[in-house]
């Protein structure tokens, strides 16, 4: 069997699953396309293809804007702190799914933004914070030697990861060079 993973972005309507497959995430202000202050966090994420189009019609990514270590809004909302139940699996932007290798435990997951080149490097001129759905507080996972840990995951055939994301630009432009990873020991 070969094993794979797949990338679903949740929407705001019920946690709806939209596919990234070779799509991208786009962290924006207020609307698509709308430019976020530096040193400030998107109030708006999207999927779009390769030519930089939104593919979140009619509904839109979930959004969670990190606020402080310990702190993020969801869809705009107020403030709250991450907690084992909050922001929910189906509030979470980004789920993977790792399927395909038999009924396997996994273990040793991590999760890393990079410069969208090199997996070890850290992205240009973007602050990304994230986590898993569960965590207590936001870690800034930059470049492979900051990637956060990823709970270890039973016996299934399935097995679903969420995530809340959010990035910060740290300089003036159009900022593309980023990437998200992810991986797993599987047995």
């Known amino acids: 069997m070969a094993a794979t993973f797949t990338w679903n972005g949740q929407d705001d309507n019920a946690g709806t699953e939209i596919a990234i497959a070779t799509d991208e995430f786009g962290f924006y202000g207020t609307n698509f396309d709308d430019a976020i202050e530096v040193s400030a966090y998107q109030d708006s994420t999207h999927v779009e293809d390769s030519n930089q189009a939104d593919q979140c019609t009619p509904d839109h990514l979930n959004n969670t804007k990190y606020i402080s270590d310990s702190q993020v809004s969801l869809n ?10 909050y922001p929910a699996t189906s509030d979470c932007p980004l789920n993977i799914r790792f399927d395909g ?80 990873t992810f991986q797993l020991t599987y047995q």
């Open 101 to 180: 290798a038999g009924t396997v435990a996994t273990s040793s997951a991590t999760f890393w933004s990079y410069d969208g080149a090199t997996q070890t490097a850290v992205p240009t001129d973007i602050t990304f914070q994230g986590n898993e759905q569960g965590q207590l507080s936001w870690e800034q996972a930059e470049g492979s030697g900051a990637a956060f840990a990823v709970g270890d995951s039973g016996s299934a055939s399935t097995h679903d990861f969420f995530f809340f994301l959010s990035a910060s630009p740290d300089a003036v432009g159009v900022l593309e060079a980023m990437g998200l």
């Open 76 to 85: 705009g909302g107020a403030t709250s702190d991450p907690a084992a139940g």
